[in-house]
């Protein structure tokens, strides 16, 4: 084995936090968007609709995670709530 960063040793119970990770990292990243959508005097209807049709894009050709699916008006709502301010972040 001449490249030993070739067969990475990860190890297990940290590898079982990749997919809680990732789903956060979705999350977030629909929440920005949500944001930037509302900034932009999007309807919440036409934000979750278009948002919901950027996470089938992002995962072609798999099927999109339905979990995240099933999130969007729900970060949509949260967002749109906020006042199209991402997690929560205060009005400056």
């Known amino acids: 084995m001449p490249f030993p960063w070739l067969h990475p ?5 940290y590898r ?12 977030q990243e629909l929440e920005e ?7 932009l005097n999007y309807s919440k209807q036409d934000a979750a609709a ?19 699916i099933e999130r969007v008006d729900a970060i949509v709502d949260a967002v749109y709530a906020r006042g199209g301010r991402p ?3 205060p009005e400056p």
């Open 9 to 13: 040793s990860i190890p297990t119970e």
């Open 16 to 27: 079982k936090t990749f997919a809680r990770k990732a789903e956060a990292v979705f999350v």
């Open 33 to 39: 968007r949500a944001a930037l959508l509302q900034r």
């Open 50 to 68: 278009r948002l919901r049709a950027n996470v089938r894009w992002e995962h072609e050709p798999r099927p999109a995670p339905s979990k995240l």
């Open 87 to 89: 997690g929560g972040t």
